[in-house]
């Protein structure tokens, strides 16, 4: 493979994707990054702006898994199409191969650390170039333990449970974007089970080394 064609598109060039409880706009043909221990939350909700099934890609090996009866809360379970794979090197190939298609508007990866500036390139042109034969702008989401790291992506954001007697709640940060600072949410689960950002204004903070 060329390697020149990793850097032939320009982040500018990124189109409207999907919505993150109605309020953040995660751009397309891009990837992105969530971590933190309620990561998976986050691919829910972030699966909850479209109507499509979705790819959701694991490693087999790994213990975390899935639980469908939890995740009905926030998405149909028929909706995600999981793939369990047996090597390391197959999860990000999956998911380059579920950009190029160009037919899902949203391919999760759940990884066991941070990918390189490389292979998430190479995640970017995979979604362009689905994109240039369905015209339609999928979009990455990477799962990463801890406070993630991947390099090249094009947001980061950190979703920790902080539960509040019986009112489910989140905290919800962005730790880097490439048009928006850093900042920190609240979201609760209301009445009528859907998550909604409870804080008005963002509160800054300071992105981490």
Not at 5 to 25: I, V
Not at 28 to 38: P, V
Not at 114 to 143: F, I
Request: hydrophobic share 35%.
């Amino acid at each position: 493979m060329d390697i020149s064609r990793l850097t032939r598109q320009s982040h500018r060039r990124t189109r409207p994707g999907l919505r993150l409880l109605d309020r953040f706009e995660l751009a397309g043909l891009r990837a992105h990054e969530a971590c933190g221990t309620a990561r998976r939350r986050f691919a829910l909700w972030l699966a909850q702006a479209c109507t499509d099934p979705i790819i959701w890609i694991r490693p087999d090996w790994h213990p975390d898994r899935l639980h469908m009866a939890g995740a009905r809360a926030d998405v149909d379970p028929g909706r995600v199409v999981l793939v369990n794979c047996c090597r390391p090197a197959d999860l990000l190939w999956c998911a380059e191969e579920g950009l190029r298609s160009g037919l899902l508007p949203l391919v999760v990866v759940d990884l066991p650390e941070p990918p390189g500036l490389t292979p998430v390139r190479r995640l970017h042109l995979a979604a362009e170039t689905g994109s240039e034969r369905t015209g339609r702008a999928p979009l990455c989401l990477l799962l990463t333990p801890g406070d993630g790291g991947a390099a090249g992506v094009e947001s980061r954001w950190r979703l920790s449970p902080a539960h509040q007697s019986d009112t489910p709640t989140w905290s919800l940060s962005r730790l880097r974007a490439r048009d928006a600072p850093p900042a920190e949410w609240s979201v609760v689960r209301g009445t009528d089970g859907r998550p909604t950002v409870k804080q008005t204004d963002p509160t800054p903070q300071i992105e981490p080394a």
